[in-house]
Each structure stands twice: as structure tokens, then as C-alpha cells.
């Protein structure tokens, strides 16, 4: 067994018994649960919309490479610049050089999960620049100094008494606000921050092939901000966030928005075609499209797997998902978390180091079943775990090890009848790899539940 | 030239792993015929109901002379003394129906904007503003309050006709930036509590005037 496996069983085995982490996380995924039927209600036929989006996206990803070349011509044409970056650290050496050149101290950055995957934040302190997360959610995160918990919602593990102690001990704030208190100093620090920094980073959700444009999905304004400001501002797209067409926008936004908060549309879902034009006001002078590949072409090359670049990251199998609802968003420690997560990562990143998120799974179905482009998305995860197999990558003694994993992470009772011994057991002695690095992880020898009613005398 | 490499490195790939095509998932669900619930009232009604249940606050004036008396009512009542409004016409409509208004020139600092927009998108109770107006990209996002001036004739139903209506009228040369603004800036990051204004404008208004 790896070391990252290692460290994952040892993780979701501590946080599947964390009860406050399960009470969160569950208060969070109950309220989107309650209103995606809501946003659903705007189709006649939810069915044939995600039967639609999941064939533009074929088409988008099976015409990849014109589809590209159509891009670059016509954002060019407006004053753009597009930057290929086949790997993560070409895209950094890319953004680096452009922040060199415009004496960049301070960016800001509106939410991305691509500029997570090529750890940009990590890159610029490196390199003595002030990068500032805008999103409320990537903002305390960023306070926190942790990544995103959840792609759509970063901070759901988070109640609002722990947002508010953290408010107090990293920016001084009195004690004991409320979320909307939170949000107003979040903003009062952050509205300066626009019109200060040299540049803007955003992500983009969809890149437009016909009229040569990206678009950007958000609710809260800062990444209109983020582009709106600073003279310059690169956007950093992953190469599959294709659409052939701008009228394609009409059943995505929606489609994003339903399955990712179960809104109507988001807030704000913004086209951008270029950087400020001749006869505009106002805007960056320059813009950059950086592409990035990273990994994208090898989900590319195998047709069965091809299809979980349609993903347009609304985050819905990740809140259908058991697995993830029970040991959350972090144990994973990959970019991209939760079904989707376990099935790009291998392929993203390599195949030894992740395949175990693959077995990660309980294979229910559930993140098939509410995929906004119906992607197979538990067939994919089995496909990985035959390429893993057949890359002769699995032993016995494992297979058997993620059987108990399987049952201690997902059942309840039995994670407390599996007292302090047998979580020692499941972890440091299954997951010999454990205990080979590091020194033997000792759970307490009650439960959580034993612990609760001594403590409450129950 | 590293640039010009890294592309030829990535579409050889992309070409390469395309020469196995994988077939069109959902043959039978090709079509153009809308998914979303059909128009079943006035463009007028439905957008005011959308826009109003997404916390927007919506008056309809029968004319411009309406128009001004409410703007001096809500401008009186908030006591705003800095407006930000810088697209001329729209400024001069105001001025020419002697509402009293002290125009600034300074966005971080104004209570409010005014802007017009493209079109008023009513199935979802959204406003289509773009980069093409001289109020630029900052305008309506920056302030901590939005005004928007519409027409009735600016209505459409869905954000197809909307798109359409942005191609029609700009062709090749569509603004750098196109937004769909649907109501005031809003986060649920925090407990997924629904808190309104976060980056964007906490309040937004939309006064639709009969045309
Ligand atoms: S795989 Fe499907 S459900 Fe999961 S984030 Fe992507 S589009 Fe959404």
C-alpha cells in the first residue's frame, strides 16, 4: 500500500467516527437536499435537459482540438492572449513571467478549483506576491489556511461559530457574529483589494468555441470584480471546459445552477469575450487565457473514461455521495474530491499514488443517479479499479483491508461497536503502510457515543 | 516558441486519443425544442414575480414622469445624496424631469448607480447588462446599491432569446463583457445561511417603464 492511501485510510477512518463532522456536514447537504427540487422545477423534462448537456459536452470533447483552435482565433482576434500549458508547473512558470512583467504585489483571486489543482496560492507566496481569495467561502479557507473542502461550497464543514472564532483570532473582530456580520467584514476588507491589485486570476466554468469567449458562473460578484479592476486578468482553464456554442449557455447556466445550489441561474453568469475594447469604459487592458492540460488528455485517450471530462463541477455527486458525507472532503486530500474526485485523480495525477481512491466507494450508484450530465460515474470508478488491477497494483491482504474499511467508514453502529481496538487494528495493522512511515495511530478506546453519554450522563 | 510547442504537444495528444471516437451518448434526445416550462403570462408579470422572489425590488412606472416621482420617493425616503450615473442619456431623461438628484462622480464612495441594460430576461427574473454601455463592467457591480432603468420592450422570455438579442445586435463584435445579473449578490458559504450583498450590490432595483 502507498503512503497516500495510507494516509487516507488512516484520515476518513478518524473523521467517519468524528460526529460534529458528520452533524455538519449532513445540516449542509439537508438544506441544498431541500432545494434542488426547487431549481428543478424550471424544466419540463430535467431527463432530456441533462441527456442534451451531456451530448454537447461530447461534442465539445470529441471535437476537442477544432474546438480549441476556434477559440484561440477569435479571442485573439479581440486582444487576448492564449497561453497553452500542457503541465501544472508550465502554467505557474506562465503566470509567474506575467506577474513579473506587469510588478504584480497583490492579486486577487476569485474561487477556482484548476488554480487549486496547480497549488497557484503556494506559487505566488513563493514568489513574494499577496494573492487574495475573494470568494467568502475561499476566504476563510484561506484564513484557516486549509483547501476547499467542497468544490462548490469550500467551507461546509465549517458551522458559523467556527467561521466566528476564526473572524476573531485572524482579523480581530469582536466575538460571536453572525453570518451576516461575517459577510459585511469580509467584504469591507476585500473592496479595496479590487481596485488595488495589478491583477485578476479567475477560473472559468465553460470556454465558448464560436464567439471565442469564457464564462464565468458565481453568486457573490467577485469574480465581475476580479475582472473588472485590475489592467490585467488571466483566466486559468482546465482544456475540457469546452462548449461549441454561446447559445449552448441557455441550458447550462441553468443546468449548473439547479445542481449546484439549486438555484434558477446563479446570481451572476458572465460572458467574456476579450479585454476592454476600444470604445469601452472600462475593463483589464490585457487579458490571458491560460489552457491547461495537466492529466486531461489521458482521460482523453481511454474512450471509456473520456466521458468525465463533460464534468461541468456542480458538485452533486459529491453531496449524493456516502462516502464522501461520512469522511469528508479532506480525507481525500486530492483537489477534487468526492466521486468525481476518486475518478479523475489517478488519471491526473498517476495511477499507483490514487488508485485507492477508486475503491473509495461503495458503488451505490447514487453519484450516477443525480450527475447533472449523467456521467457513469460508478462505472468509471470500477474501470479504474480494473486498470489498477490490470496495472497489477492490488493485493489480497488489501482488498480484504478495504472491505472492513468499507463497512467501519459507512455504518454507523458498527463504527461504534469498532471501539478504540479495532480502529487501531483497521488502521495501523491492515494498512501495514501506516505504520511503516509513521509511528502507530492510537483512537481512543470508547466511542464516541461511549464518550458522549459518561460525559452527559445519559 | 515554447508557447507554439506546448500547443503542438497538447493537440498532437488531444488528436492522437481522438482517433478512438467514443459515439453520441443520447441519440434520440437531440433537438431544439425548449426543456424549461413555457411562457404562461406576461413577460411583464413573470419577470416582476421572478425578480421579486429573488429579493429584487421592482416598480413599474407608466411613463418617465412615473418614473421620476417614484426615483425622488425612494431617493428622499433612503436620503441618498451621491448617485453615480455616468451614461448620458439616462442622466439627462432624469434631469429633464426636474427630479432632485446629487450626481457624484466617484463610484467606491456613491450610495447607489443608475444604469440602463440590454434586456430583462423573464423566466428567471434576470437583468442582461454589458461592457457596450458606458457604464462599463464596475458600474452595477461596484455600487452597494443598483438602479436599473428598463423598458417593456427590452423583455424576453428566456436567456436563449436573450443571447440571440446580443448576437442580432452586435454581431461579430459582441461586448468584452456580457453578465446576467439575477438579483442582489448573495453567498451561502456560511452555514449555507442566504446572506444578500457580498461582493456586488446588496440591493438591486429595477424600475420597468411601459414602452
Ligand atoms: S461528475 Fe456530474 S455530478 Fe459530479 S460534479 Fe461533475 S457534473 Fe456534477
Sequence with gaps: ?458 | MKASTAKENILRKIRQALSTPVPVPFPLSEGTESVFQPKTQDNEIEFAERFTKLQGRFAFCANETELAEQLQILLTARSWQHIYCVEETLKSNLDQSALNISFTNDLPSCEASITSCECLVARTGSIMLSSSSPSGRTTSVYAPVHICIAYTNQLVYDIKDALQLMKEKYGANIPSLITLASGPSRTADIEKTLVVGVHGPKEVFCFLIER
Design chain 1, 1 to 458: 500500500m502507498t503512503d497516500t492511501a495510507a494516509s487516507f485510510i488512516a484520515k476518513s477512518t478518524i473523521k467517519a467516527a468524528d460526529m460534529e463532522h458528520r452533524r455538519k456536514i449532513n445540516f449542509n447537504i439537508a438544506k441544498y437536499n431541500a432545494v434542488v427540487p426547487i431549481g428543478k422545477e424550471q424544466f419540463t423534462d430535467v431527463m432530456l435537459a441533462r441527456e442534451r448537456a451531456k451530448n454537447a459536452k461530447w461534442r465539445a470533447i470529441e471535437n476537442l482540438d477544432k474546438y480549441l483552435e476556434e477559440f484561440e482565433k477569435k479571442i485573439s482576434e479581440r486582444g487576448a492572449k492564449v497561453i497553452w500549458a500542457d503541465t501544472a508547473d508550465d502554467a505557474l512558470a506562465e503566470i509567474g513571467k506575467i506577474c513579473a512583467a506587469k510588478n504584480c504585489t497583490t492579486l486577487v483571486k476569485s474561487k477556482s478549483m484548476v488554480t487549486e489543482e496547480i497549488h497557484l496560492n503556494d506559487f505566488l507566496e513563493k514568489n513574494g506576491i499577496e494573492s487574495v481569495e475573494t470568494d467568502l467561502g475561499e476566504y476563510i479557507q484561506q484564513l484557516d489556511g486549509e483547501p476547499p473542502y467542497h468544490i462548490v461550497t469550500p467551507a461546509m464543514h465549517k458551522s458559523k461559530e467556527d467561521v466566528a472564532k476564526l473572524f476573531v483570532e485572524k482579523l480581530g473582530v469582536p466575538p460571536g457574529l453572525t453570518p451576516e456580520q461575517l459577510t459585511l467584514v469580509a467584504r469591507d476588507k476585500l473592496r479595496t483589494k479590487y481596485t488595488a491589485a495589478q491583477v485578476g486570476v479567475t477560473g472559468a466554468n465553460f470556454i465558448i468555441a464560436d464567439t471565442g469567449s469564457i464564462a464565468i458562473t458565481e453568486n457573490e460578484g467577485n469574480a465581475r470584480l476580479s475582472c473588472a479592476w485590475p489592467p490585467t486578468h488571466i483566466v486559468v482553464v482546465g482544456i475540457e471546459k469546452m462548449i461549441p456554442s454561446i447559445n449552448d449557455l441557455a441550458l447550462f447556466w441553468p443546468l449548473l445552477s439547479t445542481y449546484g445550489t439549486g438555484q434558477q441561474v446563479t446570481v451572476y453568469n458572465s460572458i467574456v469575450s476579450g479585454p476592454k475594447q476600444p470604445n469601452e469604459k472600462d475593463g483589464p487592458e490585457e487579458m490571458y487565457v491560460i489552457l491547461l492540460n495537466n492529466g486531461r488528455t489521458n482521460l482523453l485517450a481511454n474512450a471509456k473514461t473520456r466521458e468525465a471530462l463533460y464534468c461541468i463541477r456542480c458538485g452533486a455527486c459529491l453531496n449524493a455521495c456516502p462516502v464522501y458525507k461520512n469522511i469528508g472532503g479532506h480525507s481525500y486530500e486530492t483537489t477534487y474530491s468526492g466521486p468525481i474526485g476518486s475518478v479523475i485523480t489517478p488519471h491526473l495525477k498517476n495511477m499507483g499514488d490514487y488508485k485507492h481512491l477508486s475503491n473509495a466507494s461503495s458503488l451505490c450508484g447514487n453519484c450516477t443517479q443525480v450527475c447533472a450530465v449523467k456521467i457513469n460515474l460508478h462505472e468509471l470508478l470500477l474501470e479504474n479499479r480494473q486498470e489498477a488491477v490490470a496495472q497489477g497494483e492490488s493485493s489480497l491482504s488489501e482488498r480484504i483491508a478495504w472491505k472492513v474499511w468499507r463497512q467501519s467508514s459507512l455504518n454507523r453502529s458498527m463504527m461504534n461497536i469498532g471501539n478504540g481496538n479495532l480502529k487501531n487494528w483497521v488502521v495501523n495493522k491492515v494498512f501495514k503502510g501506516w505504520t511503516t512511515h509513521r509511528s502507530e495511530l492510537h483512537f481512543s478506546q470508547k466511542t464516541f457515543n461511549e464518550m458522549w453519554k459518561e460525559q452527559h450522563n445519559q
